[in-house]
């Protein structure tokens, strides 16, 4: 096994742990505040801090991880959230609305910490060209996507079997392991020699930039529905927690596992040489981008219809699903590509802080859409983000090609 494939491994191992965690999580805090009584905007508060500080972490810690190394952050992250997850094992009368959101922002930092690790770890260990980090990006991002889905399922089983806060306590066990899996990971891993001013974390490059704007309003169409809105609809309709996470596993995990085939899905497999075969370019993204203005439409038609069955909304947003993450499996290899060795970490960190900022806007209007306008008008905003995010994409089209050509 080589050097960077262990690496590789490692990262990836950790990041796995980490996912099946945070997904468990998110299940967790939204059905057992929702059995509390807490309404759909309310819960969605409770996410806040965990994207707010999100974006906060990913603009510092890309700039941290070019300091400290890489392995440093991630490890970081990993016992963040192991605190995290300690903090919500005290009794209900604790679970104060400021008391979770506290223990909510140490679970966005640590998140962000260990995803901006990972990703930009990738980018360091891949050397043999566009394709195969392609394919490593697209497999550390799809197969942790799965993990996510089946956090969801083992959180809504462990609420179901130990209670939250025996879930939380098993979490936190496991999670030790992920912490001790770094351990091997060399020193200073991604350290850049030439330490770089705090001001250097915000990206001042052009395709960066864009991309990340189109990052924003991408997730920001996604949690929109799915943070709050879908499993609050669901459980309404008469859905059990059980069916609930199951249906929010099997979609995360779908979309996982078309994300780790979006190399074959995309032509990435060809001979390098042939334009840009051995990996997408901003054409692609566009494409995509606007590709997601079907299943929303539909569902928004059918809705206008009288339509609302709880089997129409699931496959609607499985379509959804598989096409977004042809999108998110794009962007995810594209910011790398954009980004040379000694600015992965800082360009990442930027990218992903905007990543955050879209889950923050869709977290809130999640919660406040639904409560106010049904899940139509949840599914609505998803429809003009995407278009949104089409629309900034087809700027990167002429910025690739002018990099490209200056490069060349």
Do not use: C
């Not at 945070?22 to 994207?51: C, K, N, T």
């Not at 060399?186 to 850049?192: E, H, L, T, V, W």
């Not at 052009?206 to 459980?235: E, M, Q, S, Y």
């Not at 955050?356 to 999640?366: D, E, F, N, P």
């Amino acid at each position: 096994m080589t050097e960077a494939l262990r690496h590789y491994l490692t990262i990836t191992g950790n990041y796995w742990l980490f996912t099946l965690t945070d997904g468990a999580i998110r299940m967790l805090v939204v059905l057992h505040f929702y059995q509390l009584g807490y309404s759909p905007f309310a819960i969605a508060m409770l996410f806040l801090f965990y994207e707010f500080f999100g974006i906060v972490t990913n603009l510092v810690g890309g700039w941290l991880g070019a300091r400290i190394g890489l392995n440093r952050t991630m490890q970081l992250g990993t016992g963040l959230q192991i605190v995290a997850l300690l903090m919500l094992t005290v009794p209900d009368a604790w679970l104060t609305v400021a008391y979770v959101m506290l223990a909510q922002a140490l679970s966005g930092i640590a998140k962000d910490l260990n995803k901006m690790s990972a990703k930009a770890g990738v980018k360091l260990v891949a050397r043999e060209g566009n394709a195969q980090l392609f394919r490593w990006v697209a497999w550390i991002t799809g197969s942790k996507n799965a993990l996510k889905g089946a956090g969801f399922f083992l959180g809504a089983v462990l609420l179901a079997a130990l209670g939250f806060q025996g879930a939380m306590g098993a979490l936190a066990a496991v999670l030790v392991a992920g912490f001790l899996m770094t351990l091997p990971l060399p020193g200073g891993f991604g350290a850049i020699k030439e330490k770089t001013g705090f001001r250097q974390m915000f990206s001042r490059e052009p395709l960066i930039n864009w991309l990340a704007a189109a990052r924003l309003f991408l997730f920001g169409a996604r949690d929109v529905w799915f943070v709050v809105a879908l499993p609050v609809f669901l459980v309404s309709i008469g859905w059990d927690f059980h069916w609930v996470g199951a249906y929010l596993a099997l979609w995360v995990i779908g979309y996982g596992l078309v994300q780790s085939s979006a190399p074959w899905l995309l032509g990435a497999r060809r001979k390098p040489g042939e334009g840009h075969a051995n990996g997408p370019g901003a054409r692609t993204a566009v494409i995509w981008s606007f590709a997601l203005v079907l299943p929303l439409a539909a569902l928004l038609l059918a809705i206008a219809s009288g339509q609302t069955a709880g089997w129409i909304i699931t496959l609607g947003l499985a379509f959804f699903g598989i096409v977004f993450a042809l999108n998110s499996a794009t962007h995810s290899y594209l910011v790398l590509r954009y980004s040379p060795d000694v600015k992965a970490s800082q360009n990442v960190g930027f990218y992903y802080a905007a990543n955050a900022g879209g889950r923050l806007l869709g977290t809130v209007l999640s919660g406040a859409s639904y409560q106010w306008l049904g899940i139509a008008g949840s599914l609505g905003f998803a429809l003009a983000f995407v278009v949104i995010a089409g629309l900034i994409s087809t700027r990167l089209v002429a910025l690739e090609t002018a990099h490209e050509t200056t490069a060349g």
